[in-house]
Structure formats: C-alpha cells, structure tokens
C-alpha cells in the first residue's frame, strides 16, 4: 500500500525567506501523481502544484516550485518570497495513475509566516 | 463557475443520531470524494464516486455511506454517530478527462461541513 509522510509537522519563514516543506512517499508504481494542497485556516483546501511521475522537469507556479526526486520517492515544496498569506496547513497528496482514483495525504505542516 | 458546495456547514448532533450531508460538485464533474479531517488522523479517505457508483471506500465502519445522484450531487450518511466521528468532512470533485485540460486527477475541495457529536 502506498504512504506519504511529512516529517515536519510544522515549519516557520520569515517574511520574503525560502522555505522548503518536505514529503516522501512510498509505492512500488512507476506512473503516479503527486500534489501539494494549502489550507488556509478556517477556510478551503486548495490545490497548489501537481507533477506527473513521468516528468523529470520540476513543476512551478510563480513562487511555488517543486524537487521531485523519484527514485529517492522525494517530493519537496518550495515557497520563495514568503508572503503572510502563505500561512496554511500544507499537505502532500498521491494519487496512483493505475486506475486507483484514490488520493493518499500526508499528515500536513503547518507553515507559519512571520511578519 | 461555482465551485464545490457542502451543505451544513455546520452541524451539531448527540450520539446515537444518524446525518446527512450534502455536496454539489463543479458543474460538469462526475467524480466526488469524501474525506474525514481530525487533528489527530489528517484526512482520511472515505469513499468515491462516479456515474452514480462507488469507485472506491477507505477503511470506515458500515455506518458510514454515501451515494451519488444523476446530477452528480452526492450524499453522506453516518447513522449511529459517536463522539469519535466530530470531524470536518471534506468532499472534493475531479473533472472528467474531456473537459479537464490535462488536470482530470486534480481535486477540488468544497469548504467542509464541520460535525460536532456531543
């Protein structure tokens, strides 16, 4: 059965800083799909950046970008140019390209934002 | 174009009463998934559904149900609730393939419907 660990169960970044949230899985799938989705606090889920497993290419969006290391089953987040808005629980999700449409989570960071 | 709604929003009942909650997906999505949100588990997958069928069920006990309609709304059922089932259900829709743009495995989340059991 497949798994998504986060190890951090929260992280902070100072305002217009880096920070890097870290995920891996495990499957013995080769196609698969890999997600990043933000929940701002009271408020809805919303998908951030997605890669397909037979990309090598990195995904990004504007200040999102991913480190996807397949064989290290490695599927970090990158956030450049921290905003206050950024704060959210962050949750890396998989998703088997097989026919299995279920979504497997991680467990979330919370990533804090200071002003 | 709207997006995923959840009816309640919130919800308060006591053990042993059973609930329905609803979601209407994107219009033009025919899949719809619900999780169950607690601090302590993260989201945990419920079930699946699409064209009206169960595609998938998570590791929930029988008293939790679901169904989907010919318009793609779908419904969850939890009848004999205990104190352990105060969560927020989350449900989410997906595409189908031809009207997806290459996002069809995306989901899109509905707001929730917290539950509180007392």
Same mark, same amino acid.
């Given at each position: 059965? /497949?798994?998504?660990?986060?190890? /951090?169960?929260?992280?902070?970044?100072?305002?217009?800083? *880096?920070?890097?949230?870290?995920? *891996?899985?495990?499957?013995?799938?080769?196609? !698969?799909?890999?997600?990043?989705?933000?929940?701002?606090?009271?408020?809805?889920?919303?998908?951030?950046?997605?890669?397909?497993? !037979?990309?090598?290419? &990195?995904? *990004?969006? &504007?200040?999102?970008?991913?480190?996807?290391?397949?064989?290290?089953?490695?599927?970090?987040?990158?956030?450049?140019?921290?905003q206050? =808005?950024?704060?959210?629980? !962050?949750?890396?999700?998989?998703?088997?390209?097989?026919?299995t449409?279920?979504?497997?989570? =991680?467990? =979330?960071?919370?990533?804090?934002?200071?002003? | 174009?709207?997006?995923?709604?959840?009816?309640?929003?919130? +919800?308060?009942?006591?053990?042993?009463?059973?609930?329905?909650?609803?979601?209407? @997906?994107?219009?033009?999505?025919?899949?719809?998934?619900?999780?169950?949100?607690? @601090?302590?588990?993260?989201?945990?997958? +419920?079930?699946?559904?699409?064209?009206?069928?169960?595609?998938?069920?998570?590791?929930?006990?029988?008293?939790?149900?679901?169904?989907?309609?010919?318009?793609?709304?779908s419904?969850?059922?939890?009848?004999?609730?205990? +104190?352990?089932?105060?969560?927020?259900?989350?449900?989410?829709?997906?595409p189908?393939?031809?009207?997806?743009?290459?996002?069809?495995?995306?989901?899109?989340?509905? @707001?929730?419907?917290?539950?509180?059991v +007392?």
């Amino acid at each position: 059965a /497949q798994t998504v660990t986060q190890s /951090q169960p929260e992280m902070s970044v100072q305002e217009a800083e *880096t920070v890097t949230l870290s995920c *891996t899985y495990d499957t013995s799938e080769s196609d !698969y799909y890999l997600f990043w989705y933000k929940q701002p606090p009271s408020r809805q889920m919303i998908l951030v950046i997605r890669q397909e497993a !037979y990309k090598q290419q &990195n995904a *990004t969006e &504007n200040r999102f970008s991913v480190n996807f290391q397949k064989a290290a089953k490695s599927f970090s987040l990158k956030i450049s140019d921290s905003q206050l =808005g950024d704060a959210a629980m !962050y949750f890396c999700a998989y998703r088997s390209a097989l026919g299995t449409y279920k979504y497997i989570f =991680g467990t =979330g960071t919370r990533l804090k934002v200071l002003a | 174009k709207a997006g995923v709604t959840q009816t309640p929003r919130y +919800l308060i009942k006591t053990r042993g009463q059973q609930v329905t909650l609803s979601c209407s @997906p994107i219009s033009g999505h025919r899949s719809v998934s619900w999780y169950q949100q607690t @601090p302590g588990q993260g989201l945990q997958f +419920l079930f699946e559904y699409f064209s009206e069928t169960q595609r998938n069920k998570g590791n929930f006990p029988g008293r939790f149900s679901g169904r989907q309609f010919s318009n793609s709304r779908s419904e969850m059922n939890v009848s004999t609730l205990e +104190l352990g089932d105060s969560a927020l259900y989350l449900c989410a829709s997906s595409p189908i393939p031809q009207l997806a743009g290459g996002f069809q495995e995306t989901q899109y989340f509905g @707001p929730g419907t917290r539950l509180l059991v +007392l």
